[in-house]
């Protein structure tokens, strides 16, 4: 694939030429974006915190929301300090003290939304080193991406606040790596002739599914679980109506 290729720019000022993405991932307490993923449910979501490397609190962190809609997959996503970020999920905390320090502050308040709204708690911290490609012949619209992502390991039940830890981790599909083909709107044709040279077959190969199976003191087939286990204060009153725009104006119970 080389003579097609250039590595992507972060990757190439790292050492190795690859990074570490680091993601918690928030679930309801039923676990349903789990289980829509493995149910094959055609629109489906992922909420998520994701940094990079080894980070501190003046590291770039970002609030993703993660949608796909059949084919199509869509994101909101919001930056800031990773220290901004701690302090958002503190309870009594006012967002508009830290709006001036987010960039996209609006899909900040969405993920606030999805978080309070839909009751989530912080399930599994998903880490891997990724090795990304992108296409010689530059295409903006078509965004073609090739990345290969190792070591995939997790560490359940995460604080918002250990993103940058990996202590106690789990891996996941020990001996493999997952290779991912990306674009927006054609795949080259160079592509299909490697592919079928190595026997290789498109599968799903989700990241957060195959981390919780490795797990084994996560339940995702047990409702509560995660409200249990996950690293957050619970609303005070379940009931009450909760807007895009009231989404941080919450009161959580100390």
Not at 73 to 78: G, P, T, V, Y
Request: hydrophobic fraction near 35%.
């Amino acid at each position: 694939m080389l003579p097609f290729l250039r590595r992507d720019g972060f990757a190439a000022k790292q050492e190795t030429g690859m990074y570490t993405v680091r993601s918690i991932y928030f679930d309801t307490p039923g676990f349903e974006m789990y289980h829509t993923k493995i149910d094959g449910i055609a629109h489906r979501m992922k909420v998520r915190i994701r940094g990079y490397n080894v980070g501190d609190d003046n590291s770039t962190v970002f609030l993703e929301i993660k949608r796909k809609y059949e084919g199509p997959i869509l994101k909101n996503r919001a930056d800031a300090p990773f220290g901004v970020i701690k302090e958002l999920f503190k309870p009594g905390v006012v967002f508009d003290d830290y709006v001036h320090l987010i960039k996209n502050p609006d899909n900040a308040r969405r993920f606030f939304y999805q978080i309070h709204s839909k009751n989530l708690r912080p399930v599994i911290n998903v880490i891997y080193e990724r090795e990304p490609f992108l296409g010689k012949n530059m295409d903006l619209e078509n965004d073609f991406r090739v990345t290969f992502d190792l070591h995939l390991r997790s560490v359940g039940y995460p604080e918002v606040e250990n993103l940058y830890q990996e202590t106690g981790a789990s891996y996941a599909y020990p001996g493999f790596f997952i290779l991912e083909v990306k674009f927006n709107h054609y795949c080259p044709t160079w592509v299909k002739p490697i592919m079928e040279d190595f026997q290789l077959r498109k599968e799903p190969a989700s990241k957060y599914v195959g981390t919780i199976n490795s797990n084994h003191f996560i339940n995702p087939m047990k409702r509560g679980e995660a409200l249990a286990k996950g690293q957050l204060k619970p609303l005070p009153n379940p009931t009450e109506t909760i807007t895009w725009e009231n989404a941080l104006a919450l009161p959580v119970k100390p």
